[in-house]
Protein backbone atom coordinates (compact mmCIF):
# COMPACT_ATOMS: atom_id res chain seq x y z
CA UNK A 1 0.00 0.00 0.00
CA UNK A 2 1.61 3.85 -0.79
CA UNK A 3 1.55 6.07 1.94
CA UNK A 4 -0.74 8.59 -0.53
CA UNK A 5 -3.60 5.27 -0.45
CA UNK A 6 -3.10 4.63 3.28
CA UNK A 7 -3.31 8.15 3.67
CA UNK A 8 -6.57 8.39 1.86
CA UNK A 9 -8.45 5.35 3.21
CA UNK A 10 -7.25 6.41 6.58
CA UNK A 11 -8.96 9.52 6.21
CA UNK A 12 -12.14 7.59 5.16
CA UNK A 13 -11.77 5.42 8.08
CA UNK A 14 -12.32 8.51 10.21
CA UNK A 15 -15.09 9.69 8.20
CA UNK A 16 -16.58 6.54 9.22
CA UNK A 17 -16.01 6.82 13.25
CA UNK A 18 -17.38 10.15 12.69
CA UNK A 19 -20.48 9.63 11.32
CA UNK A 20 -20.94 6.59 13.62
CA UNK A 21 -20.11 9.36 16.80
CA UNK A 22 -22.36 11.54 15.33
CA UNK A 23 -25.41 9.95 14.42
CA UNK A 24 -27.34 9.63 17.40
CA UNK A 25 -27.77 13.58 16.81
CA UNK A 26 -27.96 14.00 13.02
CA UNK A 27 -29.05 10.53 11.55
CA UNK A 28 -26.79 10.38 7.60
CA UNK A 29 -28.10 13.55 6.83
CA UNK A 30 -24.67 15.29 7.58
CA UNK A 31 -21.87 16.87 4.88
CA UNK A 32 -19.91 13.90 6.54
CA UNK A 33 -21.86 11.42 5.05
CA UNK A 34 -21.24 13.31 1.34
CA UNK A 35 -18.01 13.63 2.00
CA UNK A 36 -17.84 10.08 3.09
CA UNK A 37 -18.90 9.40 -0.55
CA UNK A 38 -16.88 11.59 -2.51
CA UNK A 39 -13.85 9.97 -0.80
CA UNK A 40 -14.89 6.64 -1.87
CA UNK A 41 -15.90 7.66 -5.39
CA UNK A 42 -11.99 8.85 -5.98
CA UNK A 43 -11.24 4.82 -6.32
CA UNK A 44 -14.09 4.50 -9.13
CA UNK A 45 -11.83 3.57 -11.81
CA UNK A 46 -8.59 2.56 -9.61
CA UNK A 47 -6.83 -0.45 -11.15
CA UNK A 48 -5.71 -1.50 -7.71
CA UNK A 49 -8.54 -4.31 -6.98
CA UNK A 50 -8.36 -3.77 -3.10
CA UNK A 51 -9.03 0.02 -3.64
CA UNK A 52 -11.82 -0.54 -6.01
CA UNK A 53 -13.08 -2.57 -3.98
CA UNK A 54 -13.07 0.18 -1.06
CA UNK A 55 -14.93 2.44 -4.09
CA UNK A 56 -17.81 -0.46 -4.23
CA UNK A 57 -19.00 0.34 -0.38
CA UNK A 58 -20.30 3.65 -1.76
CA UNK A 59 -22.67 1.74 -3.61
CA UNK A 60 -23.87 0.16 -0.24
CA UNK A 61 -24.21 3.61 1.50
CA UNK A 62 -27.54 5.11 1.61
CA UNK A 63 -29.17 7.97 3.97
CA UNK A 64 -32.12 5.72 5.16
CA UNK A 65 -29.75 2.92 6.18
CA UNK A 66 -29.96 2.17 9.52
CA UNK A 67 -26.70 2.64 11.65
CA UNK A 68 -25.93 -1.63 11.71
CA UNK A 69 -25.86 -1.51 8.47
CA UNK A 70 -23.52 1.55 7.65
CA UNK A 71 -21.33 0.06 10.26
CA UNK A 72 -21.16 -3.38 8.39
CA UNK A 73 -19.28 -1.14 5.64
CA UNK A 74 -16.81 -0.40 7.71
CA UNK A 75 -15.53 -3.38 8.20
CA UNK A 76 -13.37 -3.76 4.89
CA UNK A 77 -12.68 -0.56 5.48
CA UNK A 78 -10.67 -1.58 8.80
CA UNK A 79 -9.53 -4.98 7.04
CA UNK A 80 -7.83 -3.36 4.79
CA UNK A 81 -5.82 -0.86 6.92
CA UNK A 82 -4.93 -3.77 9.29
CA UNK A 83 -6.84 -1.86 12.21
CA UNK A 84 -7.69 -4.26 15.28
CA UNK A 85 -7.94 -4.30 19.10
CA UNK A 86 -4.19 -4.19 20.68
CA UNK A 87 -5.74 -6.73 23.48
CA UNK A 88 -3.51 -9.56 22.28
CA UNK A 89 0.00 -7.66 23.25
CA UNK A 90 -1.62 -8.66 27.10
CA UNK A 91 -1.87 -12.60 26.46
CA UNK A 92 0.08 -14.60 28.75
CA UNK A 93 1.59 -17.84 27.38
CA UNK A 94 1.99 -20.77 29.14
CA UNK A 95 3.25 -23.93 28.52
CA UNK A 96 1.11 -26.21 26.27
CA UNK A 97 -0.41 -29.82 26.89
CA UNK A 98 0.34 -31.38 23.73
CA UNK A 99 -1.52 -34.25 24.22
CA UNK A 100 -3.86 -35.30 21.59
CA UNK A 101 -5.70 -37.70 23.42
CA UNK A 102 -8.12 -35.10 24.73
CA UNK A 103 -9.47 -34.04 20.58
CA UNK A 104 -10.67 -37.48 20.39
CA UNK A 105 -13.53 -36.27 23.39
CA UNK A 106 -15.19 -33.23 22.41
CA UNK A 107 -18.73 -32.47 23.64
CA UNK A 108 -21.41 -32.43 21.43
CA UNK A 109 -21.24 -28.60 21.12
CA UNK A 110 -20.74 -26.26 18.48
CA UNK A 111 -19.95 -22.46 18.76
CA UNK A 112 -21.60 -20.20 15.61
CA UNK A 113 -20.03 -16.52 15.58
CA UNK A 114 -22.45 -14.02 13.38
CA UNK A 115 -21.08 -10.93 12.25
CA UNK A 116 -18.63 -10.69 15.14
CA UNK A 117 -16.31 -7.63 14.50
CA UNK A 118 -13.28 -7.96 16.70
CA UNK A 119 -10.34 -10.11 15.83
CA UNK A 120 -9.58 -10.56 19.25
CA UNK A 121 -13.15 -11.84 19.98
CA UNK A 122 -13.33 -14.29 17.72
CA UNK A 123 -9.56 -15.40 18.98
CA UNK A 124 -10.44 -15.74 22.49
CA UNK A 125 -13.21 -17.49 21.70
CA UNK A 126 -10.88 -20.16 19.85
CA UNK A 127 -9.00 -20.73 22.78
CA UNK A 128 -12.19 -21.42 24.80
CA UNK A 129 -13.58 -23.66 22.63
CA UNK A 130 -10.12 -25.33 22.66
CA UNK A 131 -9.86 -25.56 26.04
CA UNK A 132 -13.20 -27.08 26.86
CA UNK A 133 -13.10 -29.67 23.79
CA UNK A 134 -16.11 -27.77 21.57
CA UNK A 135 -17.00 -29.54 18.36
CA UNK A 136 -16.34 -26.83 16.08
CA UNK A 137 -16.69 -23.45 15.32
CA UNK A 138 -18.59 -21.68 12.35
CA UNK A 139 -17.72 -17.99 11.43
CA UNK A 140 -20.67 -16.52 9.58
CA UNK A 141 -21.26 -13.45 8.00
CA UNK A 142 -17.87 -11.05 8.32
CA UNK A 143 -16.53 -12.48 11.33
CA UNK A 144 -13.01 -13.03 10.49
CA UNK A 145 -11.13 -16.41 10.51
CA UNK A 146 -7.57 -17.95 11.12
CA UNK A 147 -6.56 -16.91 8.35
CA UNK A 148 -6.28 -13.26 8.80
CA UNK A 149 -3.10 -12.88 11.01
CA UNK A 150 -4.48 -11.01 14.05
CA UNK A 151 -7.11 -13.55 14.61
CA UNK A 152 -4.27 -16.21 14.40
CA UNK A 153 -2.05 -14.41 17.06
CA UNK A 154 -4.78 -14.35 19.63
CA UNK A 155 -5.51 -17.68 18.95
CA UNK A 156 -2.59 -18.80 20.27
CA UNK A 157 -2.55 -21.54 18.03
CA UNK A 158 -5.60 -23.04 19.50
CA UNK A 159 -7.43 -23.13 15.79
CA UNK A 160 -5.27 -25.82 14.85
CA UNK A 161 -7.05 -28.21 17.10
CA UNK A 162 -10.69 -26.67 16.48
CA UNK A 163 -12.28 -27.46 13.60
CA UNK A 164 -14.25 -24.53 11.97
CA UNK A 165 -15.81 -23.33 9.06
CA UNK A 166 -16.76 -20.01 6.72
CA UNK A 167 -20.26 -19.55 6.29
CA UNK A 168 -22.05 -16.35 4.51
CA UNK A 169 -25.01 -16.33 6.07
CA UNK A 170 -26.19 -16.93 9.66
CA UNK A 171 -30.04 -17.73 8.77
CA UNK A 172 -28.55 -20.19 6.50
CA UNK A 173 -26.52 -21.82 8.64
CA UNK A 174 -28.88 -22.44 11.28
CA UNK A 175 -31.97 -24.20 9.13
CA UNK A 176 -28.81 -26.38 7.58
CA UNK A 177 -27.89 -27.44 11.31
CA UNK A 178 -31.39 -27.96 11.98
CA UNK A 179 -32.07 -30.50 9.33
CA UNK A 180 -29.03 -32.19 10.81
CA UNK A 181 -30.98 -32.17 13.79
CA UNK A 182 -29.15 -29.38 16.49
CA UNK A 183 -30.55 -27.70 19.16
CA UNK A 184 -29.96 -24.36 18.08
CA UNK A 185 -29.65 -21.91 20.95
CA UNK A 186 -29.42 -18.09 20.57
CA UNK A 187 -27.07 -16.56 23.70
CA UNK A 188 -28.68 -13.19 23.83
CA UNK A 189 -30.94 -11.09 26.51
CA UNK A 190 -34.42 -10.59 25.93
CA UNK A 191 -37.58 -10.62 27.47
CA UNK A 192 -38.24 -13.95 26.59
CA UNK A 193 -34.85 -15.68 27.47
CA UNK A 194 -34.43 -18.04 30.17
CA UNK A 195 -31.51 -18.81 32.05
CA UNK A 196 -28.49 -20.22 31.33
CA UNK A 197 -28.33 -22.48 34.46
CA UNK A 198 -31.36 -24.33 33.05
CA UNK A 199 -30.82 -28.16 32.37
CA UNK A 200 -29.34 -28.91 29.08
CA UNK A 201 -30.83 -32.03 27.09
CA UNK A 202 -28.27 -33.97 25.91
CA UNK A 203 -30.20 -36.42 23.41
CA UNK A 204 -29.14 -33.81 20.48
CA UNK A 205 -25.87 -31.50 19.45
CA UNK A 206 -26.41 -28.20 20.83
CA UNK A 207 -25.39 -24.98 18.70
CA UNK A 208 -24.82 -21.36 20.17
CA UNK A 209 -24.96 -18.10 18.32
CA UNK A 210 -23.30 -15.21 19.11
CA UNK A 211 -23.83 -11.81 17.62
CA UNK A 212 -22.45 -8.70 16.68
CA UNK A 213 -20.36 -6.88 19.62
CA UNK A 214 -22.49 -3.72 19.28
CA UNK A 215 -25.72 -4.60 17.73
CA UNK A 216 -26.30 -8.48 19.52
CA UNK A 217 -28.02 -10.76 17.20
CA UNK A 218 -30.27 -10.28 14.81
CA UNK A 219 -34.54 -10.55 15.72
CA UNK A 220 -34.39 -13.08 12.57
CA UNK A 221 -31.75 -15.21 14.23
CA UNK A 222 -32.97 -15.14 17.32
CA UNK A 223 -36.64 -16.63 15.73
CA UNK A 224 -35.02 -19.18 13.97
CA UNK A 225 -33.51 -20.37 17.36
CA UNK A 226 -35.33 -22.94 19.24
CA UNK A 227 -34.28 -21.08 22.36
CA UNK A 228 -32.84 -17.84 23.56
CA UNK A 229 -30.60 -18.34 26.91
CA UNK A 230 -28.97 -14.77 28.91
CA UNK A 231 -26.29 -15.22 31.34
CA UNK A 232 -28.00 -14.39 34.78
CA UNK A 233 -26.65 -10.91 35.56
CA UNK A 234 -26.84 -9.04 38.81
CA UNK A 235 -24.75 -5.64 38.09
CA UNK A 236 -26.40 -3.00 36.33
CA UNK A 237 -24.74 -3.10 32.64
CA UNK A 238 -26.78 -5.82 31.15
CA UNK A 239 -24.56 -6.98 28.66
CA UNK A 240 -20.99 -8.91 28.31
CA UNK A 241 -18.54 -8.69 26.42
CA UNK A 242 -18.90 -11.67 23.24
CA UNK A 243 -15.60 -13.24 23.94
CA UNK A 244 -16.24 -13.44 28.47
CA UNK A 245 -20.34 -14.58 27.65
CA UNK A 246 -19.00 -17.17 25.16
CA UNK A 247 -16.94 -18.30 28.00
CA UNK A 248 -19.37 -18.24 30.43
CA UNK A 249 -21.52 -20.45 28.55
CA UNK A 250 -19.33 -22.82 27.21
CA UNK A 251 -18.34 -23.51 30.43
CA UNK A 252 -21.93 -23.97 31.67
CA UNK A 253 -22.70 -26.70 29.26
CA UNK A 254 -19.59 -28.20 29.65
CA UNK A 255 -20.04 -28.41 33.42
CA UNK A 256 -23.11 -29.84 32.89
CA UNK A 257 -22.50 -32.47 30.38
CA UNK A 258 -19.79 -33.92 32.25
CA UNK A 259 -21.88 -34.31 35.37
CA UNK A 260 -24.67 -35.92 33.09
CA UNK A 261 -22.47 -38.47 31.47
CA UNK A 262 -21.37 -39.68 35.51
Not at 108 to 135: C, K, Q, W, Y
Not at 172 to 200: C, M, R
Request: proline share 4%.
Amino acid sequence: MSHKAERAVKFIHELFLEIEKSHPETGFNTPLFDQLIEALYVYRDHKDVELFKIYSISQHLKKDMTLRDFLYWIVPVERYLNKNLKDEDFIIYNKDDKSMEKKKNTIPLTIILDNIRSSFNVGSVFRTSEAFNVEKIFLAGYSPDPSNPKTQKTTLGSHEYVAWENHAKCLDLITDLKVQGYWVIAAETTNHAISLEKPFKFDKRTAFVFGNERFGMDPQVIEACHETRKVPLGGIKNSLNIANAASICIYEFAKQYHAWKV
